[in-house]
Every structure is written in structure tokens, then in C-alpha cells.
């Protein structure tokens, strides 16, 4: 069984560009988090699909976007990156109505130069 | 909003000792759930126990054990019989149960083990 995996492991990107980042969820799971955790943070809530909606949303600006596929796998999108956009992205995925932990990626480091 | 305090940006155990972590939090919400998470270096969060806010009773998971105080709004981490692989960054964290599966995320503690 696997469970959630992230991709790219990690990238490289010049400020003002474009990235996509992508996460597949635990077998069984049909929602899907992202987080952001700058250096020496904590993982800050991004957004959470759900359906193939977005469900709720942390205090990100617009240029963070995503989306979630029919068979539950999701992407982030995120324009006009910027240095302060340097972070371990980390995705997570639960059952939409369940108590239970949600189960973690490895997450996708990204450096903005 | 929730929020969630770590006020112990770094610890020290020696192996085979007890060390507890704390955290403190901040809610309006009656029922929740909170979480310990830890993360190696490797970077993969991983579930250490979790606490749902109606069980009085503490959680156990084998050498790690909590101790909620929903009153205090407090819940630190007790982890007994300290070994190398313990040493990580921990995370406490805060889900609203009635509010999606939303975490909030603590600052973080490293925990680093002496042998």
C-alpha cells in the first residue's frame, strides 16, 4: 500500500516563474492538504481539496492555487513566485469525514533565486 | 483563530532518560483533536499519538504519553526511555473537529538525544 508521494523531490526556480507541484494520495484517502513550511517552522495550512473543490484556505494570496483530479491526486500551482516563496511544500491526505491523522508526503523543497 | 505555542525551541535527553515537550493552545472550540508530530531529518511528518478533546483519559503509544489538560488548554508530550532514533523536530498540532481537517502546526521543538 503505498502511501502519499510527492513530486518533484526538490526544484529550482527564478523569481517571477512558475511551478507546479503534484501529490498522490494514501490508497483509500479523498482528500488532499497542502502546506508550506518555511526553514525552521512549522507547516502552514495552504488549501484543501475535496471533491474536487476547494474546501477551505489558509491565508495565502491568490497567486497559490490547485487542483484535485477524479482518481484524488492533486496539484499545486503557484505564479509570479518570489523569494519568501522558498519553503518544504508538504502535502497530506485523510478521509474527508474521519477523525484520523492525516498521513504526510516527504514534500517538495523548493528554492525561489 | 486556533493557535499553537511551542515554547521550547530545543531540547536535550539523555538516552534512555525521560524528556517532556510542551505545547499550549488557544481555542473558543469545545471539541478537537490534537496531534504530535515528528519529523526526522528525512523530512517525512510522521504521527507520533493524538488526543481527542472529549476523552479525559491521556493517550499512550508504547514509550510516548501526553498529558492533556483541556481546562489549561495544555498538552505536552512525555517520552520515556529515550533512544537515538527519537531525535527529531516535534510538532504539536491542533484539528477542529467540526471545522474541516485543517492542522495547526506549533513552532516546532528539536529534541536531540545524547548517547
Known amino acids: 500500500d503505498a502511501g502519499v508521494t510527492q513530486s518533484p523531490t526538490h526544484l529550482i526556480k527564478t523569481r517571477g516563474q512558475q511551478v507546479t507541484l503534484r501529490c498522490s494520495p494514501k490508497?483509500?484517502?479523498?482528500?488532499v492538504s497542502w502546506y508550506q513550511q518555511a526553514l525552521g517552522q512549522g507547516p502552514q495550512f495552504i488549501f484543501q481539496?475535496?471533491?474536487?473543490?476547494?474546501?477551505q484556505r489558509g491565508n495565502f494570496p491568490d497567486r497559490f492555487s490547485g487542483h484535485q483530479f477524479p482518481n484524488y491526486s492533486s496539484e499545486l500551482n503557484v505564479n509570479a513566485l518570489l523569494l519568501g516563496d522558498s519553503a518544504l511544500y508538504l502535502c497530506?491526505?485523510?478521509?474527508?469525514?474521519?477523525?484520523?491523522?492525516?498521513?504526510f508526503g516527504p514534500g517538495t523543497r523548493l528554492t525561489v533565486t | 483563530a486556533q493557535t499553537v505555542t511551542q515554547s521550547q525551541p530545543e531540547m536535550s535527553v539523555q538516552e534512555a532518560e525521560t524528556v517532556t515537550l510542551s505545547c499550549t493552545y488557544d481555542?473558543?472550540?469545545?471539541?478537537?483533536?490534537l496531534f504530535w508530530y515528528k519529523q526526522p531529518p528525512s523530512r517525512q511528518m510522521i504521527l507520533v499519538i493524538r488526543?481527542?478533546?472529549?476523552?479525559?483519559q491521556n493517550a499512550t503509544e508504547n514509550r510516548f504519553s501526553v498529558n492533556f489538560q483541556k481546562a489549561a488548554k495544555s498538552f505536552s508530550l512525555k517520552i520515556s526511555d529515550s533512544q537515538l532514533g527519537d531525535a527529531a523536530m516535534y510538532f504539536c498540532?491542533?484539528?477542529?473537529?467540526?471545522?474541516?481537517?485543517?492542522?495547526?502546526f506549533g513552532a516546532g521543538t528539536i529534541l536531540r538525544v545524547k548517547s
Open positions: 490508497s483509500g484517502h479523498d482528500t
Open positions: 488526543q481527542e478533546a472529549y476523552k479525559q
Open positions: 497530506a491526505s485523510s478521509l474527508w469525514r474521519s477523525s484520523y491523522e492525516q498521513y
Open positions: 481555542t473558543s472550540e469545545s471539541d478537537y483533536y
Open positions: 498540532a491542533y484539528r477542529s473537529a467540526l471545522r474541516g481537517n485543517k492542522l495547526v
Open positions: 481539496y475535496y471533491e474536487e473543490e476547494e474546501r
